[in-house]
């Protein structure tokens, strides 16, 4: 089994920044995609940006530009710095893990991000 432990949540104001981390371990092996997902309150979870072990990045439209997605492979953990954010940008975020053909290995607990004046 595959665990995720996500940290860096918080209450920040429009404009500011976070750095989200979630550090993976366990059965690791098998991982090849790593992402973040979010949930914000009455809707349904979304892909944030996801990474591959070789570090191509995928980002949903309406983060790019804003968040960073990145990967230390030998650590085993992942990164989100998250800037400019918006009050949209409110949701519980989480760290996922799959393996290769998109099988799912884990979620992580949720880190709640509140962006509010």
């Known amino acids: 089994q595959v665990q995720l432990v996500e940290s860096g949540g918080g209450l920040v104001q429009p404009g500011g920044s976070l750095r989200l981390s979630c550090a993976a371990s366990?059965?690791?092996?098998?991982?090849?995609?790593m992402g973040w997902h979010r949930q914000a309150p009455g809707k349904q979870r979304e892909l944030v940006a996801d990474?591959?072990?070789?570090?191509?990045?995928n980002y949903a439209d309406p983060v790019k530009d804003r968040l960073t997605i990145s990967r230390d492979n030998a650590k085993n953990t992942l990164d989100l710095q998250m800037n400019s954010l918006k009050l949209e940008d409110t949701a519980v975020y989480y760290c996922?893990?799959?393996?290769?053909?998109?099988?799912?290995?884990?979620w992580g607990q949720g880190t709640m991000v509140t962006v509010s004046s």
């Open positions: 996922n893990a799959r393996g290769y053909g998109g099988i799912n290995y884990a």
């Open positions: 990474v591959t072990p070789g570090g191509t990045a």
């Open positions: 366990g059965s690791i092996s098998g991982i090849y995609l």
